[in-house]
């Protein structure tokens, strides 16, 4: 049996420690607004789109500016613009049980935690003020922080610099199939998510044992 000798755990956000949000808020839109143009609307939004989604988690649009442009797109009626970030921001919300599995990896194992995520800046104030969600993990890399989101090699590069071991060493948890690709390319073990349980499970592969 091949032997692993685990040292960091790198952790997506959305989808992984909290729900996929943005698939959530989404279908609240278009019922709330009756939005008909649905594909236009997920490419809105979308992180890979080369749109107003991409941008913004780049850090190169603010929250404000995507709410602006979403409104005047979709001829969305509502005098508080800001409807559209709590839809957004408030449908991420912690997934079951991803507190205490990070607490148990932190207190059993030691590992060094950290967040790889392509995410909105002024998002990420609104999970922490909600949730504190930063006292689980030791690093974080945001793509507003680097211009660099997970469609690009050079990012999961830069998450070479934080792991603080070899990427042998490491694994990346992701719920989407291309970043596990890319992080495969530069070294990283993966684990593809898909709820808690599966999770727990995969982590035996590599010796890692958790009892929630």
Known sequence: MTQFNIKTLVFDLGGVFFTSGTAICLQKIIDIYGIKKHHELREFFSDGSQKEGHLIRLGLLTMDEFEKRLISKFNINDDNIHHIRNLWFGSYVPLWNMEKLLDQLREKYNFRLVVFSGNIRERIEFLENRYHFSE????????????????????????LNHIKCEPSEAILIDDERKPIRFAQAVGFNTVLYYYTEQLINDLKKYGIEINL
């Open 136 to 159: 689980k993990f030791d690093a974080f890399l945001y793509s507003f922080d680097c211009k660099l989101n997970k469609g690009q090699i050079e990012f999961y590069k830069e998450l």
